[in-house]
């Protein structure tokens, strides 16, 4: 695999051996992985439960549906989220509902590792399950009275690859226990089906994939950030675009990977969204076609995850070639809390 940056800026510290995500000293690891090599243990953490944040996070998209499945554990405030969008209707449809629970605190047992352990939520109103095998995962959901009073039935999985995933970890530019780590994992291809109501959708590899975004951390009291992923193939060749921070943002294609630096996004006045790449001087231009958001709240507890979904269109340069997308999927996820 091809292991360079596109650009001549320095990259931020890249991380090439499993190591602990925390020192000894309680400050964090901060740097940036191709595969998950930070080892994230919650004992590790000096901060108490409530401050703990944790989630795991499913979006596979396919040419007729988007589905988003959400377990969140965020100390004081929980929350099990669940949204499918229908691209066949016009405008386009989403149906989206969410669960709140107070002051969880670490009781939804969200696996320490993104490499094993199962999460899962049951009540009377839904079965929500995310598990794995060496090279799957599996989604499972059933959903009563869902939306509409219909039932939403869900069984899909996810073939992980060897690659196609960023793992990146950073402090808050130093403020003291405070620490973020994500591992992302995109271009999964993905096949089974989802029900709801009289409708059925079909998921097919060779046009269905799913992303993961596996988050554990120690926020200031009010945080947020901003991300897009792009997934599809390109002249036929699997090609996955992670945007985001400088420790996040990268670009596979093929069995070539890119570290990239930070993407600046740009909301235009006629509702689309435009990504300019500093390093290269590439665009990409994202026609919006629906937005979810979930929002949950106890007392003074906040938390708001807004999902949009669209097509993106523009021109990528990478070392030795320039890469044409033309409508390929994808989505910007924008996250804020005050907890």
């Known amino acids: 695999m091809i292991n360079q940056q596109a650009g001549g800026n320095p990259m931020p510290q890249e991380i090439t051996k499993p190591t602990p995500l925390l020192k000894e000293d309680g400050s964090t690891v901060v740097g940036w992985a191709s595969s998950n090599l930070l080892d994230y243990n919650k004992i590790d953490c ?10 795991d996070r499913y979006t596979v998209v396919s040419p007729d549906c988007a589905v988003t499945l959400s377990i969140a554990d965020l100390g004081n405030l929980g929350y099990i989220f669940a949204s499918l969008t229908d691209f066949t209707q016009k405008p386009c449809r989403t149906f989206s509902q969410t669960i709140t629970r107070a002051y969880p605190r670490g009781r939804m047992s969200l696996p320490l590792s993104a490499r094993s352990g199962d999460t899962t939520y049951t009540s009377k109103q839904v079965g929500m399950r995310f598990s794995r095998s060496a090279k799957s995962r599996f989604l499972n959901c059933e959903y009563v009275n869902f939306c509409e009073g219909k039932t ?55 046009s ?27 002249k036929q060749v699997p090609f996955a675009l992670f945007a985001g921070g400088p ?17 600046n996004v740009f909301p235009e006045e006629n509702g689309s969204w435009q990504f300019r790449f500093p390093q290269s001087g590439s665009r990409l231009e994202m026609s919006v076609l629906q937005k ?8 003074m507890n906040f938390c708001r995850h807004e999902q949009v979904f669209g097509s993106f269109s523009g021109k990528l340069s990478v070392p030795g070639q320039k890469l044409s997308l033309d409508h390929i999927s994808g989505f910007t996820e924008q996250f804020e809390s005050r907890l």
Do not use: H
């Open 292 to 299: 979810n958001e979930v929002r949950s709240s106890f007392l």
């Open 46 to 55: 000096a901060a108490p439960l409530a401050r703990i944040k944790e989630w």
């Open 152 to 206: 939403l039935y869900l069984n899909l999985s996810l073939d992980e690859p060897d690659r196609y995933a960023i793992a990146s970890a950073d402090d808050f530019g130093g403020k003291k226990g405070c620490f973020s780590y994500r591992y992302q994992v995109s271009c999964m291809p993905a096949s089974g089906v989802i029900r709801y109501g009289g409708a059925e959708y079909s998921f097919r590899p060779e």
């Open 247 to 263: 420790l996040e943002s990268a670009l596979y294609y093929g069995d070539q990977f890119y570290k990239l630096d930070e993407i």
């Open 208 to 234: 269905s994939f799913g992303t993961l975004s596996w988050c554990r951390g120690v926020f200031p009291t009010r945080a947020g950030f901003t991300s897009a992923t792009l997934v599809g193939q390109v």
